[in-house]
T-cell receptor
Framework: SAVISQKPSRDICQRGTSLTIQCQVD?????MFWYRQQPGQSLTLIAT?????????ESGFVIDKFPISRPNLTFSTLTVSNMSPEDSSIYLC?????????????FGEGSRLTVL | GESVGLHLPTLSVQEGDNSIINCAYS??????FIWYKQESGKGPQFIID?????DKRQGQRVTVLLNKTVKHLSLQIAATQPGDSAVYFC???????????FGPGTRLSVLP
């Protein structure tokens, strides 16, 4: 299994500002992902963080709003840009292990953002 | 597109009873399924998984059943305890697919 650490765990942000969330995995993993979980709802995939290249975004999410970096196999960042109250959510980093097409998905504890 | 859903959004059970949480999926190409437990303020925690070449898998106090004919997945929790109170999500993935699709979740409340 993999242990995933995220920071900040929570933050209160002002409208129009940007916040970067960091994700550190304790072992090398093939795949890293960022999910959004709006209050009382399920998880929605934002993008797959690709090492050394641009992230792969899901429909409805764009790089200008959610720039993602993954400089190595164990670290990734998600920036939520120009925030509005609608961006208030839990943002979850996840990773999958060594076998690219199998294996469970592990999650961090999430970063709870409140935008005023 | 593929979708995963649940029959019951909330479930209340008496402590000590068995719980059954259901999940329907629509993508017949899905071949790997996971149940997650999410407690308040925490990230989803892996409970148990099952591949499409199986129809049943057991863990400690939990059993997952897979019916590919009707595209239905269930999680059974034996002797439900207060610590089982959480939101439970099913997730599915296609063979060689990269992404998991999550169901809407079921909130399990254990009554004393």
């Amino acid at each position: 299994s993999a242990v995933i650490s995220q920071k900040p765990s929570r933050d209160i942000c002002q409208r129009g500002t940007s916040l970067t969330i960091q994700c550190q995995v304790d072992s090398q993993v093939t795949m890293m992902f960022w999910y959004r979980q709006q209050p009382g709802q399920s998880l929605t995939l934002i993008a797959t963080a690709n090492q050394g290249s641009e992230a792969t975004y899901e429909s409805g999410f764009v790089i200008d709003k959610f720039p993602i970096s993954r400089p190595n196999l164990t670290f990734s960042t998600l920036t939520v840009s120009n925030m509005s109250p609608e961006d208030s959510s839990i943002y979850l980093c996840s990773a999958r292990g060594l076998a690219e097409n199998t294996g469970e998905l592990f999650f961090g504890e999430g970063s709870r953002l409140t935008v005023l | 597109g593929e979708s995963v859903g649940l029959h019951l959004p909330t479930l209340s059970v008496q402590e000590g009873d068995n719980s059954i949480i259901n999940c329907a999926y629509s993508n017949s190409a899905s071949d790997y399924f996971i149940w997650y437990k999410q407690e308040s303020g925490k990230g989803p925690q892996f409970i148990i998984d099952i591949r499409s070449n199986m129809d049943k898998r057991q863990g400690q106090r939990v059993t997952v059943l897979l019916n590919k004919t009707v595209k239905h997945l269930s999680l059974q929790i034996a002797a439900t305890q207060p610590g089982d109170s959480a939101v439970y999500f099913c997730a599915e993935k296609e063979n060689y697919g990269q992404n998991f699709v999550f169901g809407p979740g079921t909130r399990l409340s254990v009554l004393p």
